[in-house]
């Protein structure tokens, strides 16, 4: 069954390429000559009804910008089932007839109980963590990445002039993907994640090493789920500043790796995964989340989705471990 009024809604986190994929749903729709409805504030907005009808012109201009234009909102009413019970009513009220959801973990989970309704729901999968079952990589990592790295490259200019060790912090809540992918492309003496925890006497003997052996640096990324994250860490080593030969610094990357303008990857996923959500919904399938599996763009079911986020993959963790020598 066709679809002839769609609503799109942007929820959770932020990431770079939200907006184009809210461009391209809304272009590929309009070019089915359906009405295409913006969802403001994620579902808090959906909660309170507040939609409005969008145009190609609405969507002008903003595939290059960061963040989502549509906006977000954590809303705990949502998961409620009086939460839910309203986000249904004030859909059947504006007539729509299926719903996009762009996020992540939190935001696909929401989608699964629409669709446990009987509501049509389609997903595209956004996050700079990285942990969303049904995807290789989601909307907003790379430019994440991308920048996680470039504050890397930054530090280690100033690491070397004066022959310190930073310790970096970057995001990705409970998953170390950010982290573990950052330090490898930044060369970093030693990762530490949730996933693969060291001890502070383990990470003090890498950088006593990295001294030893006539570095003028010595790079620690630590992704935010580890416990007591980066300060802690740092903390932990200044006591054993002795040992370590370098004076200590430690820099909190935190939100500025979601702000960025994202790059051409983000772009043309997110308008990839916005035409092919279009496309699926016209021929009458919902209940999926599309992500990239390889080089291909997927489906894979809302409930599938929803069991929780995707374990890391461990293979790097020892790719990291032999190039830190």
Known sequence: M?????????????????????????????ERTWTIVGVERGYAGLIDGAFRELTDRDVGGIIHRGGTFLGSARCPEFETEAGRKRA???????????????????????????????????????????????CDISLGVDTALGIALEAIDRLKVTASSHRRAFVIETMGRECGFLALMAGIAGGAEAIVIPEAPASVDEVAAVVRAAYGRGKSHAIVVVAEGVEGGGVALADGLR???EELGFDLRVTTLGHVQRGGAPGPF?????????????????????????GMQGAELRQTPLAEVAVGPRPLDPSPIEIARVLAR
Not at 105 to 114: D, P, R, T
Not at 278 to 287: D, I, K, P, S, T
């Open 2 to 30: 066709s679809r002839e009024r769609i609503a799109v809604l942007t929820s959770g986190g932020d990431a770079a390429g939200m907006n184009a994929a809210i461009r391209a749903v809304v272009r590929s729709a309009l």
């Open 88 to 134: 249904l009513e004030q859909l059947a009220a504006a007539a729509i007839d299926a719903l996009v959801v762009i996020g992540g973990n939190g935001s696909q989970a929401g989608a699964n109980a629409l669709a446990v309704a009987g509501f049509p729901v389609a997903g595209i999968a956004s996050t700079i963590d990285n942990d969303l079952r049904g």
């Open 266 to 290: 983000d772009r043309i996923l997110g308008s990839r995964c916005g035409v092919a959500v279009v496309e699926a919904l016209a021929r009458g399938e919902h209940g999926f989340l599309i």
């Open 239 to 241: 006591q054993r500043h």
